[in-house]
Each structure stands twice: as structure tokens, then as C-alpha cells.
């Protein structure tokens, strides 16, 4: 019989594996939608034809030659022109190799090319045309960074006009 005072007896627990020390639960992933660019201009070109057809949203359409193809996606009210964004390897020799904007998928009619064999579309150094010159006001960056960017410039904005 316990006497009064006395500790409590120990309790059998059932043996349990060791688990990961200190280690914060593992996080998955979402799913999210189709991967997004946004192609634009940083100079005084934005009425030139070419660049014109280029710029806009382009939205993954599915893939070639181990790379994303994009179209693009036209703005309300705009005519309707079919472009692309899509990766060629080397099959058709090393300088048909890299990034293309063209109104079909391996298409001849191209408008601008990137010899860059990077897993996504280069921020810079597009030719315009194909075979000219790269063009260094027309940018390809992914829909989330030029957004991340944009509200970086409004917060300067807004925190300038504060402290006025």
C-alpha cells in the first residue's frame, strides 16, 4: 500500500522509433498554374513592328527539345497573332541551337533568337532579327519577378512621397 506523499509508480510506455530531432515539418510544394513570362521593352523601340509583336504575357503551352514553349497570349482587343516562345537544340546545326520567337513551333518564320541553351528563356541578349544584332532593351523575365519589381518601384514611390 503507497504510503501518503509517496511518488507516484512509473508507467510502461509502448517503444517508439527515434524521429528527426529539431526538424521543421517538410513542406510540399502546391501545384500551381502554368509558368508565366512577361516580355518587354526597356527602351524607346516599343513602336517598332517586331518588338511590338513580341511584347506581352506568354503562358506555358507545353514543351520541345527538353524546354517549355510559351504563346503568347494576345490583350483584349488586339489583333490575334500567333507567337511563340520555344527552345531548338542542335539537330539543325549549332546556330539554330537556343531560343526562338516564332509564329510556329520549328517554324521559319522567326523574329527574334537567343543562342542561350539555359532550362528557361534568358532575361537578355535576343537578336533582332534572328541573324542581327542582340537587342539590349528587350527583356524575357518570368511573370512573378517583373511583378516582385513592380511593387518594389510603387513602394519607393509611396515611401518617397511620405517622407516629403
Given at each position: 500500500?503507497?504510503?501518503?506523499?509517496?511518488?507516484?509508480?512509473?508507467?510502461?510506455?509502448?517503444?517508439?522509433?527515434?524521429?528527426?530531432?529539431?526538424?521543421?515539418p517538410r513542406l510540399v510544394p502546391m501545384k500551381s498554374g502554368p509558368e508565366t513570362y512577361v516580355?518587354?521593352?526597356?527602351?524607346?523601340?516599343?513602336?517598332?513592328?517586331?518588338?511590338?509583336?513580341?511584347?506581352?504575357?506568354?503562358?506555358?503551352?507545353?514543351?520541345?527539345?527538353?524546354?517549355?514553349?510559351?504563346?503568347?497570349?494576345?490583350?483584349?482587343?488586339?489583333?490575334?497573332?500567333?507567337?511563340?516562345?520555344?527552345?531548338?537544340?542542335?539537330?539543325?546545326?549549332?546556330?539554330?541551337?537556343?531560343?526562338?520567337?516564332?509564329?510556329?513551333?520549328?517554324?521559319?518564320?522567326?523574329?527574334?533568337?537567343?543562342?542561350?541553351?539555359?532550362?528557361?528563356?534568358?532575361?537578355?541578349?535576343?537578336?533582332?532579327?534572328?541573324?542581327?544584332?542582340?537587342?539590349?532593351?528587350?527583356?524575357?523575365?518570368?511573370?512573378?519577378?517583373?511583378?516582385?519589381?513592380?511593387?518594389?518601384?510603387?513602394?519607393?514611390?509611396?515611401?518617397?512621397?511620405?517622407?516629403?
Amino acid at each position: 500500500r503507497p504510503t501518503q506523499g509517496a511518488a507516484p509508480a512509473p508507467q510502461t510506455v509502448p517503444r517508439r522509433e527515434p524521429g528527426p530531432v529539431n526538424q521543421p515539418p517538410r513542406l510540399v510544394p502546391m501545384k500551381s498554374g502554368p509558368e508565366t513570362y512577361v516580355v518587354y521593352t526597356k527602351g524607346n523601340d516599343a513602336g517598332e513592328v517586331v518588338v511590338k509583336t513580341l511584347v506581352g504575357t506568354y503562358v506555358e503551352q507545353g514543351s520541345n527539345h527538353g524546354r517549355k514553349v510559351f504563346k503568347q497570349m494576345p490583350e483584349q482587343g488586339e489583333e490575334v497573332i500567333d507567337v511563340f516562345l520555344y527552345f531548338w537544340d542542335e539537330r539543325d546545326g549549332a546556330e539554330h541551337q537556343g531560343w526562338w520567337f516564332g509564329n510556329k513551333l520549328g517554324g521559319t518564320q522567326v523574329w527574334s533568337h537567343n543562342r542561350s541553351t539555359s532550362m528557361t528563356p534568358p532575361l537578355t541578349g535576343w537578336k533582332i532579327p534572328w541573324n542581327g544584332t542582340e537587342r539590349m532593351t528587350l527583356m524575357v523575365a518570368p511573370k512573378a519577378d517583373t511583378q516582385k519589381s513592380e511593387f518594389e518601384g510603387k513602394f519607393r514611390e509611396v515611401s518617397q512621397a511620405i517622407s516629403e
